[in-house]
Protein backbone atom coordinates (compact mmCIF):
# COMPACT_ATOMS: atom_id res chain seq x y z
CA UNK A 1 0.00 0.00 0.00
CA UNK A 2 1.09 3.29 -1.18
CA UNK A 3 1.58 6.03 1.89
CA UNK A 4 2.33 9.80 0.97
CA UNK A 5 4.96 11.81 3.11
CA UNK A 6 3.84 13.82 5.19
CA UNK A 7 4.56 17.67 4.63
CA UNK A 8 4.13 18.54 8.65
CA UNK A 9 6.92 17.37 10.89
CA UNK A 10 6.90 17.39 14.40
CA UNK A 11 9.35 18.54 16.98
CA UNK A 12 10.11 17.91 20.25
CA UNK A 13 8.85 20.97 21.96
CA UNK A 14 5.83 21.50 19.46
CA UNK A 15 4.66 18.12 20.60
CA UNK A 16 4.71 18.70 24.17
CA UNK A 17 3.52 22.33 23.72
CA UNK A 18 0.66 21.17 22.08
CA UNK A 19 -0.02 17.87 23.90
CA UNK A 20 0.58 20.39 27.30
CA UNK A 21 -2.46 22.78 25.62
CA UNK A 22 -4.72 19.54 25.01
CA UNK A 23 -4.50 18.45 28.68
CA UNK A 24 -4.98 21.92 29.69
CA UNK A 25 -8.32 22.31 27.54
CA UNK A 26 -9.39 19.09 28.61
CA UNK A 27 -9.37 19.62 32.03
CA UNK A 28 -10.54 23.38 31.93
CA UNK A 29 -13.36 21.34 30.34
CA UNK A 30 -14.18 18.58 32.10
CA UNK A 31 -14.23 20.37 35.48
CA UNK A 32 -16.68 23.03 33.42
CA UNK A 33 -19.24 20.25 33.19
CA UNK A 34 -18.84 18.39 36.01
CA UNK A 35 -17.40 15.20 34.46
CA UNK A 36 -14.68 13.14 36.00
CA UNK A 37 -11.59 13.20 34.18
CA UNK A 38 -10.12 10.49 32.76
CA UNK A 39 -6.58 9.76 34.43
CA UNK A 40 -3.48 8.11 33.24
CA UNK A 41 -3.76 4.96 34.80
CA UNK A 42 -3.27 2.26 33.03
CA UNK A 43 -2.35 -1.43 34.45
CA UNK A 44 0.78 -2.89 34.14
CA UNK A 45 1.27 -4.76 31.24
CA UNK A 46 2.85 -8.43 30.32
CA UNK A 47 3.22 -9.80 26.63
CA UNK A 48 0.41 -12.06 24.96
CA UNK A 49 0.06 -12.48 21.63
CA UNK A 50 1.11 -8.99 21.22
CA UNK A 51 4.88 -8.77 22.02
CA UNK A 52 7.85 -6.14 21.97
CA UNK A 53 9.00 -5.24 18.64
CA UNK A 54 12.36 -5.39 17.42
CA UNK A 55 12.41 -1.47 16.89
CA UNK A 56 9.92 -0.61 19.81
CA UNK A 57 12.33 -0.03 22.35
CA UNK A 58 13.26 3.17 23.34
CA UNK A 59 10.95 4.89 21.22
CA UNK A 60 8.22 7.27 22.61
CA UNK A 61 4.61 6.97 21.32
CA UNK A 62 1.66 8.76 21.55
CA UNK A 63 -2.10 7.71 21.75
CA UNK A 64 -4.63 9.52 21.80
CA UNK A 65 -8.59 9.67 21.95
CA UNK A 66 -11.78 11.44 22.51
CA UNK A 67 -13.63 11.89 25.72
CA UNK A 68 -16.93 9.87 25.87
CA UNK A 69 -16.85 6.79 27.05
CA UNK A 70 -16.43 4.53 24.17
CA UNK A 71 -13.48 6.54 22.95
CA UNK A 72 -11.98 6.01 26.96
CA UNK A 73 -12.01 2.42 26.46
CA UNK A 74 -10.29 2.67 22.94
CA UNK A 75 -8.01 4.48 23.96
CA UNK A 76 -7.08 2.49 26.92
CA UNK A 77 -6.54 -0.04 24.29
CA UNK A 78 -4.70 1.26 22.63
CA UNK A 79 -2.31 2.34 25.09
CA UNK A 80 -1.87 -1.42 26.63
CA UNK A 81 -1.69 -2.54 22.85
CA UNK A 82 1.28 -0.15 22.41
CA UNK A 83 2.76 -0.41 25.73
CA UNK A 84 2.63 -4.34 25.07
CA UNK A 85 4.37 -4.00 21.57
CA UNK A 86 7.28 -2.34 23.59
CA UNK A 87 6.67 1.11 22.67
CA UNK A 88 7.38 4.06 26.04
CA UNK A 89 3.81 5.68 25.84
CA UNK A 90 2.47 8.86 26.80
CA UNK A 91 -1.44 8.62 27.15
CA UNK A 92 -2.79 11.31 25.66
CA UNK A 93 -6.39 10.22 25.42
CA UNK A 94 -9.58 11.83 27.02
CA UNK A 95 -9.52 15.10 24.72
CA UNK A 96 -12.44 17.40 24.29
CA UNK A 97 -14.14 16.84 20.87
CA UNK A 98 -13.68 14.98 17.91
CA UNK A 99 -11.68 18.12 15.62
CA UNK A 100 -8.67 18.64 18.54
CA UNK A 101 -8.36 14.75 18.46
CA UNK A 102 -8.09 14.72 14.69
CA UNK A 103 -5.89 17.96 14.71
CA UNK A 104 -3.36 16.19 16.53
CA UNK A 105 -3.08 13.08 14.84
CA UNK A 106 -3.03 14.88 11.48
CA UNK A 107 -0.16 17.60 13.32
CA UNK A 108 1.81 14.63 14.28
CA UNK A 109 1.39 15.37 18.09
CA UNK A 110 -0.24 12.29 18.48
CA UNK A 111 0.29 8.60 16.53
CA UNK A 112 -2.67 6.81 16.87
CA UNK A 113 -6.23 7.28 17.11
CA UNK A 114 -9.34 5.11 17.03
CA UNK A 115 -11.75 6.84 14.72
CA UNK A 116 -14.71 6.42 13.10
CA UNK A 117 -15.22 6.30 9.24
CA UNK A 118 -18.39 8.27 9.22
CA UNK A 119 -17.10 11.24 11.09
CA UNK A 120 -14.13 11.27 9.05
CA UNK A 121 -16.20 11.24 5.92
CA UNK A 122 -18.66 13.69 6.93
CA UNK A 123 -16.88 16.00 9.16
CA UNK A 124 -13.14 16.02 8.77
CA UNK A 125 -12.90 15.42 5.02
CA UNK A 126 -16.43 17.44 4.15
CA UNK A 127 -18.39 14.57 1.84
CA UNK A 128 -21.81 15.42 1.91
CA UNK A 129 -23.02 12.50 0.41
CA UNK A 130 -23.04 9.32 2.91
CA UNK A 131 -22.05 5.80 2.16
CA UNK A 132 -23.57 2.97 3.93
CA UNK A 133 -21.56 0.37 2.91
CA UNK A 134 -19.16 -0.54 5.46
CA UNK A 135 -16.16 -1.53 3.36
CA UNK A 136 -16.62 1.54 0.51
CA UNK A 137 -16.93 3.94 3.81
CA UNK A 138 -13.17 2.46 4.89
CA UNK A 139 -11.66 2.50 1.55
CA UNK A 140 -13.00 6.33 0.52
CA UNK A 141 -11.99 7.84 3.99
CA UNK A 142 -8.24 5.82 3.60
CA UNK A 143 -7.81 6.85 0.18
CA UNK A 144 -7.91 10.52 0.64
CA UNK A 145 -6.33 10.58 4.38
CA UNK A 146 -3.23 9.05 2.66
CA UNK A 147 -2.82 12.87 1.62
CA UNK A 148 -3.04 14.22 4.69
CA UNK A 149 -0.46 11.80 6.27
CA UNK A 150 -2.84 9.41 7.79
CA UNK A 151 -3.02 5.81 7.28
CA UNK A 152 -5.98 3.94 8.07
CA UNK A 153 -5.60 0.29 9.75
CA UNK A 154 -7.80 -2.45 9.48
CA UNK A 155 -11.47 -1.62 10.13
CA UNK A 156 -13.60 -3.26 13.70
CA UNK A 157 -16.96 -5.06 12.42
CA UNK A 158 -18.50 -2.58 15.33
CA UNK A 159 -20.49 0.06 13.60
CA UNK A 160 -21.58 2.94 15.66
CA UNK A 161 -24.07 3.97 13.75
CA UNK A 162 -27.89 6.00 14.17
CA UNK A 163 -30.85 3.22 14.92
CA UNK A 164 -34.10 2.87 15.82
CA UNK A 165 -34.92 0.90 18.73
CA UNK A 166 -37.93 -0.91 20.65
CA UNK A 167 -37.83 -1.90 23.93
CA UNK A 168 -37.86 -6.02 23.86
CA UNK A 169 -41.40 -6.50 25.71
CA UNK A 170 -43.26 -4.37 22.42
CA UNK A 171 -42.22 -6.34 20.13
CA UNK A 172 -44.87 -8.78 20.26
CA UNK A 173 -47.28 -6.35 20.47
CA UNK A 174 -45.95 -4.88 17.37
CA UNK A 175 -46.15 -8.00 15.19
CA UNK A 176 -42.89 -9.14 15.87
CA UNK A 177 -41.23 -6.08 14.31
CA UNK A 178 -37.65 -6.41 13.70
CA UNK A 179 -36.87 -4.27 10.55
CA UNK A 180 -37.18 -0.75 9.84
CA UNK A 181 -38.71 -1.52 6.52
CA UNK A 182 -41.42 -2.84 8.60
CA UNK A 183 -42.32 0.38 9.99
CA UNK A 184 -44.43 1.04 6.80
CA UNK A 185 -46.70 -1.69 7.84
CA UNK A 186 -47.77 -0.31 11.52
CA UNK A 187 -51.11 1.35 11.77
CA UNK A 188 -50.31 4.91 11.98
CA UNK A 189 -51.03 5.12 15.77
CA UNK A 190 -48.17 2.47 16.63
CA UNK A 191 -45.35 4.52 14.22
CA UNK A 192 -44.38 6.82 17.34
CA UNK A 193 -40.90 8.45 17.74
CA UNK A 194 -38.22 9.24 20.76
CA UNK A 195 -35.54 11.56 18.92
CA UNK A 196 -32.94 14.73 19.63
CA UNK A 197 -33.51 17.42 18.26
CA UNK A 198 -30.22 17.78 16.21
CA UNK A 199 -31.80 14.38 14.53
CA UNK A 200 -35.12 15.56 14.05
CA UNK A 201 -33.99 18.45 11.84
CA UNK A 202 -30.43 16.94 10.06
CA UNK A 203 -30.41 16.79 6.20
CA UNK A 204 -29.61 12.67 7.15
CA UNK A 205 -32.25 12.45 10.20
CA UNK A 206 -35.63 11.83 11.43
CA UNK A 207 -37.45 13.07 7.86
CA UNK A 208 -35.00 11.49 4.95
CA UNK A 209 -35.18 8.34 7.28
CA UNK A 210 -38.62 7.89 6.78
CA UNK A 211 -38.77 8.88 3.19
CA UNK A 212 -36.39 6.02 2.82
CA UNK A 213 -38.86 4.06 4.20
CA UNK A 214 -41.58 5.19 2.71
CA UNK A 215 -43.52 7.19 5.56
CA UNK A 216 -44.03 10.73 4.92
CA UNK A 217 -43.63 13.39 7.61
CA UNK A 218 -46.96 15.39 9.32
CA UNK A 219 -49.32 13.27 6.77
CA UNK A 220 -52.58 11.39 8.41
CA UNK A 221 -51.26 8.38 6.60
CA UNK A 222 -47.66 8.74 7.29
CA UNK A 223 -45.59 10.09 10.82
CA UNK A 224 -48.21 12.96 12.00
CA UNK A 225 -46.04 15.22 14.05
CA UNK A 226 -47.83 14.36 17.38
CA UNK A 227 -46.65 11.43 17.01
CA UNK A 228 -42.80 12.74 17.41
CA UNK A 229 -41.54 13.89 20.86
CA UNK A 230 -38.00 15.85 21.29
CA UNK A 231 -35.61 14.56 23.99
CA UNK A 232 -32.40 15.37 24.90
CA UNK A 233 -30.21 12.05 24.40
CA UNK A 234 -29.51 11.36 27.31
CA UNK A 235 -32.93 10.98 27.95
CA UNK A 236 -34.22 8.72 24.43
CA UNK A 237 -33.32 5.16 26.05
CA UNK A 238 -35.48 5.69 29.36
CA UNK A 239 -38.17 7.42 27.66
CA UNK A 240 -38.19 4.78 24.96
CA UNK A 241 -37.86 2.04 27.86
CA UNK A 242 -40.55 3.82 29.92
CA UNK A 243 -43.02 3.48 26.71
CA UNK A 244 -43.22 7.09 25.71
CA UNK A 245 -42.85 5.65 22.27
CA UNK A 246 -42.65 2.74 20.14
CA UNK A 247 -39.02 3.85 18.26
CA UNK A 248 -36.37 5.27 19.91
CA UNK A 249 -33.30 7.39 18.20
CA UNK A 250 -30.17 5.26 19.28
CA UNK A 251 -26.15 4.49 18.78
CA UNK A 252 -25.48 1.14 18.21
CA UNK A 253 -23.02 0.20 20.71
CA UNK A 254 -24.73 1.97 23.54
CA UNK A 255 -24.70 0.16 26.95
CA UNK A 256 -27.84 0.76 27.86
CA UNK A 257 -29.51 -1.09 25.03
CA UNK A 258 -28.36 -4.14 27.09
CA UNK A 259 -29.14 -2.67 30.05
CA UNK A 260 -32.51 -1.52 29.55
CA UNK A 261 -33.44 -4.53 27.48
CA UNK A 262 -34.17 -2.37 23.76
CA UNK A 263 -33.75 -4.13 20.73
CA UNK A 264 -32.32 -2.49 17.60
CA UNK A 265 -34.29 -2.43 14.42
CA UNK A 266 -32.23 -4.22 11.29
CA UNK A 267 -31.49 -0.85 8.68
CA UNK A 268 -32.58 -3.46 5.86
CA UNK A 269 -32.40 -0.38 3.57
CA UNK A 270 -29.32 0.63 4.49
CA UNK A 271 -30.03 4.45 5.19
CA UNK A 272 -27.66 5.16 7.87
CA UNK A 273 -24.07 6.14 6.95
CA UNK A 274 -21.61 3.22 7.97
CA UNK A 275 -19.01 4.26 11.47
CA UNK A 276 -16.79 1.81 11.73
CA UNK A 277 -14.37 2.43 13.73
CA UNK A 278 -10.63 1.82 12.77
CA UNK A 279 -7.12 2.55 14.29
CA UNK A 280 -5.64 5.60 12.46
CA UNK A 281 -1.89 6.18 12.52
CA UNK A 282 0.18 9.50 11.69
CA UNK A 283 1.70 8.14 8.17
CA UNK A 284 5.39 8.59 9.39
CA UNK A 285 5.17 6.79 12.66
CA UNK A 286 3.81 3.86 10.62
CA UNK A 287 6.17 4.45 8.31
CA UNK A 288 9.13 4.04 11.00
CA UNK A 289 7.46 1.15 12.47
CA UNK A 290 4.79 -1.04 10.02
CA UNK A 291 4.69 -3.41 12.76
CA UNK A 292 2.32 -1.71 14.74
CA UNK A 293 -0.10 -1.71 11.71
CA UNK A 294 0.03 -5.65 12.36
CA UNK A 295 -0.29 -4.97 16.15
CA UNK A 296 -3.84 -3.27 15.82
CA UNK A 297 -5.09 -5.37 12.99
CA UNK A 298 -5.08 -8.46 15.24
CA UNK A 299 -6.89 -6.18 17.66
CA UNK A 300 -9.81 -4.60 15.14
CA UNK A 301 -11.53 -8.16 14.47
CA UNK A 302 -12.79 -8.50 17.91
CA UNK A 303 -14.08 -5.41 18.64
CA UNK A 304 -18.15 -6.14 17.67
CA UNK A 305 -21.29 -4.29 18.30
CA UNK A 306 -21.78 -6.65 21.50
CA UNK A 307 -18.11 -6.26 22.62
CA UNK A 308 -18.43 -2.08 22.60
CA UNK A 309 -22.15 -2.53 24.44
CA UNK A 310 -21.29 -4.57 26.83
CA UNK A 311 -17.66 -2.57 27.92
CA UNK A 312 -19.77 0.88 27.52
CA UNK A 313 -22.66 -0.91 29.84
CA UNK A 314 -19.71 -1.57 32.69
CA UNK A 315 -18.55 1.54 32.73
CA UNK A 316 -22.00 3.82 31.88
CA UNK A 317 -24.10 1.51 34.02
CA UNK A 318 -22.07 -0.50 36.27
CA UNK A 319 -19.29 2.63 37.18
CA UNK A 320 -16.35 0.48 36.14
CA UNK A 321 -12.67 2.93 35.54
CA UNK A 322 -12.46 2.34 31.76
CA UNK A 323 -8.78 1.28 31.72
CA UNK A 324 -9.74 -1.79 34.30
CA UNK A 325 -12.21 -2.69 31.53
CA UNK A 326 -10.20 -2.28 28.55
CA UNK A 327 -7.67 -4.42 30.56
CA UNK A 328 -10.13 -6.89 31.32
CA UNK A 329 -11.11 -7.36 27.74
CA UNK A 330 -7.20 -7.30 26.75
CA UNK A 331 -6.06 -10.13 28.59
CA UNK A 332 -9.40 -12.40 28.50
CA UNK A 333 -9.31 -12.13 24.27
CA UNK A 334 -5.12 -13.15 25.11
CA UNK A 335 -3.67 -9.99 23.74
CA UNK A 336 -1.91 -9.27 27.11
CA UNK A 337 -1.53 -10.71 29.90
CA UNK A 338 -1.35 -9.52 33.96
CA UNK A 339 1.99 -9.49 35.68
CA UNK A 340 0.81 -9.68 38.77
CA UNK A 341 -0.61 -12.97 37.88
Not at 155 to 176: F, K
Request: proline letters at 6%; glycine letters at 8%.
Amino acid sequence: MYRSSSRIRRTPLGRWGVATGILALSALALTGCGLKPATAYVPAVGPGSISPLEDADGVDLTVTSKNFTEQLLLGKIAVLAATAAGFDVTDLSNVPGSQPARNLLVSGQADVLWEYTGTAWLTYLGQEEAISDQTEMWQAVSDIDLDNGVTWGAPAPMNNTYALAVRSEAVAELGGITKMSELAALPVEDRTFCVESEFNSRPDGMNPMLTHYGLERAAADGVPDGNIGIYDTGAIYSATDAGACNFGEVFTTDGRLDALDLTVLVDDLAFFPAYNVAPVFFTETLDAHPGLEEVFAEISPKLTDEVLRDMNRQVDVDGDEPADVAFAWMVAEGFITDPAR
